[in-house]
């Protein structure tokens, strides 16, 4: 595709609803990354897949948050049981190979609302 | 721990102006560093992506430069537009992940 996607670009949920957050990366792209951006903030890193697998998912907030991309491509973020300080704005970037000095492009991300 | 800081927060200038934008990290062990803008309810868009070997890089009215023993890269902005309205942001490449700093708003008055 042209560039990196994410659906839906605004998501308003009740605490304690689950939501999923999808990713679609930029054709070719191996590497995928999730960030999270609180309102004036800069992004911080939740989790990286290479291909399939999830290499580091280190940032993840709590076991309330899970991410998936099972055959490579197309990511999802699941985020179980939302609260009120899940509420921010999550961005997927894709680069086209792994580990090193590789441009990351980034999503318009999903702007996350929970009440 | 990985950190990055950007100065200043906040920059309101004329139009025409040339300005600095500042950005330090706390570990030097970087890949890469990368510019970004980011405008209201956007996503990022790259600006300039400067190797850890390269001292700087250049795009039109851009320049970024990298001192990584120091820990310190620069972004100038020359003879400034109104169009340059918007935040910037610096992130450091350390393999995995990128390290983002808070970034810095700019504003650009006609």
């Known amino acids: 595709g042209a560039g990196v996607s994410q659906s839906p670009r605004y998501k308003v949920a009740k605490r304690g609803q689950d939501v999923a957050l999808r990713c679609d990366p930029i054709?070719?792209?191996?590497?995928l990354f999730w960030y999270q951006q609180a309102l004036g903030q800069g992004p911080e890193f939740l989790t990286y897949f290479q291909n399939e697998a999830q290499l580091d998912k280190s940032g993840l907030p709590s076991d309330r948050f899970f991410a998936e991309r099972p055959e490579g491509s197309v990511s999802t973020l699941k985020i179980q049981r939302t609260q009120q300080e899940d509420s921010a704005v999550y961005l997927c970037?894709?680069?086209?190979?792994?580990?090193?000095?590789?441009?990351?492009?980034f999503g318009p991300g999903t702007r996350l609302t929970v009440t | 721990k990985q950190e990055v800081t950007q100065i200043p927060a906040a920059l309101s200038v004329p139009e025409g102006e040339n300005l600095v934008l500042n950005c330090s990290f706390t570990d030097s062990a970087i890949y890469n560093l990368q510019w970004f803008r980011q405008d209201p309810g956007k996503g990022l868009t790259s600006l300039l992506l400067?190797?850890?070997?390269?001292r700087e890089q250049t795009s039109g009215r851009l320049n970024a430069s990298l001192d990584k023993s120091s820990g310190r890269s620069t972004l100038y902005i020359a003879a400034s537009q109104p169009g340059d309205s918007a935040t910037y942001l610096c992130a450091a490449n350390y393999g995995q992940n990128f390290v983002f700093g808070p970034g810095t708003r700019l504003s650009v008055l006609p």
């Open positions: 400067i190797q850890s070997s390269q």
């Open positions: 970037a894709s680069s086209l190979v792994g580990q090193g000095g590789y441009e990351q492009y």
């Open positions: 054709s070719g792209h191996v590497s």
